[in-house]
């Protein structure tokens, strides 16, 4: 598959599959339209046959990163959300982790790879939903000012 294709097939489903050979050219590609989209980078990374690691990183929503994480408890909710795999990876005896790294970086690690792409799914629906309910208090509070 070409990058272009790549990138078109990412961004219509709101996450990226990386693989080994996946190039920085389908990676950056990925991340310019996170931005220009206003979506969270959410991304699969591959490693090996059995496990994976998804990284949903806020960086592209740029300076309402923090607020939203905060403001909609996104870390908390992703935790729920990851719960059920979680569970199913440490039952076949992997660390299995879900952890911030930074202030806009969330990390699930050694999940299931079987099951990365349904997490990866999940977590797309989850932030499509919270920035929903942020523009939506936006234009409330936009409204409630040009009343006031």
């Not at 590609?29 to 090996?48: A, L, N, T």
């Not at 992997?94 to 799914?121: F, P, S």
């Amino acid at each position: 598959m070409r990058e272009q294709e790549i990138i078109a097939r990412a961004s219509q489903q709101g996450y990226l599959v990386v693989y080994p050979s996946t190039t920085s050219v389908v990676k950056n590609g990925f991340q310019h339209w996170c931005k220009v989209s206003d979506r969270p980078s959410i991304c699969v990374e591959v490693m090996g046959l059995q496990l994976a690691r998804v990284l949903i990183d806020t960086k592209p929503l740029g300076d309402r990163s923090k607020q939203i994480m905060e403001t909609f408890q996104i870390y908390d909710r992703l935790l729920a959300c990851a719960e059920p795999y979680i569970s199913r990876s440490r039952a076949q005896m992997h660390q299995a982790l879900l952890h911030q790294v930074y202030r806009r970086l969330v990390v699930l690690e050694e999940v299931l790879a079987e099951d990365a792409e349904q997490v990866a799914q999940d977590f797309v629906a989850l932030c499509q939903i919270s920035l929903r309910r942020k523009a939506t208090a936006c234009r409330e509070e936009r409204e409630a000012r040009s009343i006031s």
